[in-house]
Nanobody, 115 residues
């Protein structure tokens, strides 16, 4: 069983920055991939960024050049640095992990981009 706990959401003005963090309860080396998804009101959950353990990072086109995903293996944590935020980035952001073929999700953290 893997537990994921997100932190770092909040309210930010357009053009601002936020950093999200997700700590996994299990050693990050056993995790095949970690990443972030988001879900805006009325929309389906969508990929933001995923970082496999052995492959290249995948970003949604809408966030390329603005968001950066990174991992700290020593802290079992994955981060999402979000710059130049736009109102359309407003959503609940969910941490995601793939472990031995099983998908795990955090409870989500709300990011609101508004003036």
């Amino acid at each position: 069983q893997v537990q994921l706990v997100e932190s770092g959401g909040g309210l930010v003005q357009p053009g601002g920055s936020l950093s999200l963090a997700c700590e996994a309860s299990r050693g990050i080396f056993s995790i095949t991939a970690m990443g972030w998804y988001r879900q805006a009101p009325g929309n389906q959950r969508e990929l933001v960024a995923v970082r496999p353990s052995g492959g290249s990072t995948d970003y949604a086109d809408s966030v390329k050049g603005r968001f950066t995903i990174s991992r700290d293996n020593a802290k079992n944590t994955v981060y999402l640095q979000m710059n130049n935020l736009k109102p359309e980035d407003t959503a609940v952001y969910y941490c995601y992990a793939l472990v031995y073929g099983i998908h795990y999700w955090g409870k989500g953290t709300l990011v609101t981009v508004s003036s």
